[in-house]
């Protein structure tokens, strides 16, 4: 047969063969079929190594509790138990090398997220000792009159 | 001298009757069997989250989003919290203003577009909260639509997204019936709750389940009979989110009415 016939065919053999190695280079190794099947497992292994390794930023109260056990007891036997260490410290992270302070939130939307009064009678929320920000002391932070590791005991006075 | 016949059926007999004894040896352990009973695999995570218990507070929503560097003044996240204010006329209110990330500052629902409706305390019939968050479910919609195999679910039941990989078409974004995924604003591929992977695989709990107050959050293991989670999801009245999508969510609620969607 002609040359003219079978030269449109070895362009798309070598169309064909440069699919095949770009796509050799481009996909990863161990692409393939996880442990789900190929509808739900399709998927880059090493992947799921990436984000175990997603760095912790919350280390929790058992964290904070080595260094200041004094400060964990104290909520610890207060009304206020339940509530973590970073909820108002903010995240640890690999304190006390960085960040070496933490910042403290202070601020009066911080008490109001659980103490705004909603009367929710259908929710714990309506359980929850509350005021409203706005007529009661506003000029104040929450802290001035009471304090948060124990809520019985008195503020900080100015 | 013996057959071909007989010295084939003799040793068929022998290896048989070795066979008996080396089975009897095994014993039935009823929690192997429980935990096998389904396929073999020995973690798959739940959630379990008691609307009962939840008062709006939102820390789970600002831990979230710092534990997993989603931006913080994105009006984005992974998890969010609902409230439903149900009327003596029988109308249902809905917001969640930033997803609840400063928790509830008023007593007026955010109807969008800066608009707020005022409800008069008499006039409430139930009012409470919802916290939302992806279900992990286990036919995920969203894993089928991806066309390039960026996401998919581990084999603890966790359904992940691959940075690297993900083209950002956004199939399943608009798949997931629960909306719970969203484009990430730095990296700019789909992103959405993973049950803390970093945190439950070193043993850790979730970063909104340590951060709530109220316990009306938590993380288990469906496969450990143990596992106080699964106490309760075995023994108590929990529901699940739009069930008839056939999505099988494995986020379970305590307290879940018809109102909540």
Request: aromatic share 10%; hydrophobic share 30%; with cysteine.
């Amino acid at each position: 047969m002609k040359n003219h016939v079978w030269r449109p065919l070895y362009v798309v053999l070598l169309v064909i063969a440069a699919v095949l190695v770009t796509r050799k280079i481009l996909v990863p190794a161990d692409f393939g079929i996880g442990s789900r099947g190929y509808m739900y497992g399709w998927h880059r292994p090493s992947n799921e190594q990436e984000w175990k390794e997603v760095s912790v930023k919350y280390r929790t109260a058992e964290y904070c509790k080595q260094c200041h056990p004094e400060k964990y007891n104290e909520i610890k036997q207060s009304p206020h138990a339940n509530i973590n260490c970073e909820n108002c410290h903010g995240p640890a992270l690999n304190h006390p090398d960085d960040p070496k302070v933490l910042t403290v939130d202070r601020r009066r939307e911080l008490c109001a997220r659980c103490h705004f009064r909603l009367e929710y009678p259908t929710s714990g929320r309506g359980k929850i000792r509350g005021i409203n920000p706005k007529t009661h002391h506003p000029e104040l932070e929450c802290v001035t009159c009471h304090w948060p590791h124990d809520p019985r005991k008195e503020g900080h006075k100015i | 001298m013996i057959s071909r016949r007989s010295f084939c059926k003799k040793s068929l007999l022998i290896a048989g009757g070795l066979a008996i004894p080396f089975s009897s040896l095994e014993l039935f352990d009823p929690r192997r069997l429980e935990a096998e009973k389904n396929d073999g695999k020995k973690v798959r995570w739940v959630f379990l989250v008691d609307t009962n218990k939840c008062v709006g507070c939102g820390f789970c929503v600002k831990a979230c989003k710092t534990e997993n560097e989603v931006p913080y003044d994105a009006n984005v996240t992974r998890t969010w919290v609902e409230r439903y204010v149900v009327t003596k006329d029988g109308k249902t209110h809905i917001d969640s203003p930033k997803g609840a990330r400063d928790g509830f500052e008023t007593t007026a629902i955010d109807i969008g577009e800066g608009k707020f409706e005022e409800i008069r305390n008499e006039d409430i019939d139930k009012a409470f909260f919802v916290p939302k968050l992806c279900n992990q479910c286990d036919n995920p919609p969203c894993v089928q639509v991806c066309p390039v195999g960026a996401t998919y679910q581990t084999e603890d039941g966790v359904v992940l997204v691959d940075r690297k990989w993900c083209i950002g078409c956004g199939y399943c974004v608009m798949g997931c019936p629960y909306g719970v995924r969203f484009f990430h604003p730095v990296y700019h591929v789909a992103e959405k709750c993973n049950f803390c992977y970093h945190r439950i695989s070193k043993g850790m709990k979730t970063a909104c389940v340590d951060a709530c107050a109220f316990g009306a959050r938590r993380i288990g293991n469906i496969k450990d009979p143990d596992d106080p989670v699964t106490k309760i999801i075995m023994t108590e009245r929990v529901n699940v989110l739009k069930e008839e999508y056939g999505t099988k969510p494995q986020v379970f609620y305590l307290g879940l009415t018809k109102e909540v969607r």
